[in-house]
């Protein structure tokens, strides 16, 4: 039987395919085997925010209010030169804070641009 991580990582990608079906059985999948789960409602609800299901988005929100599930703030590493840096989204304490958020909107932009052109299905 796949585990919570596996599930999650499916959950995550019906949201970019917009399959609602199949990720609402991976969110009951990661419930039955973890049904304190924060991560498995915040993914649902964004699935849902993506297919513009807002009444779903308030349902799960509502429900994750209720029970006091509380997702902790997730944080990225990256090495450069040697050196590994944490931050998390929204962090402008590292001194280079604004050069990257700077490169990511540009690559974002170069990206959809291709996309644009058909270079993708995006």
Known sequence: MADALVWRTLLEACRVHK???LGKHAAE????????????????SNLYASAGQWRD????RKSVKEQNLIKE???SWIEVE???HRFHVGDTSHPQA???YYRAENRRESEN???ERGGLHC
């Open 19 to 21: 399959n609602t079906e």
């Open 29 to 44: 999948m990661i419930l039955e085997q973890e049904p304190d789960d924060p991560a498995a409602y915040i993914l649902l």
């Open 57 to 60: 988005v308030t349902k799960i």
């Open 73 to 75: 703030a997730g944080y």
């Open 82 to 84: 040697n050196m590994v």
């Open 98 to 100: 604004r050069e990257g």
């Open 113 to 115: 641009k291709y996309c």
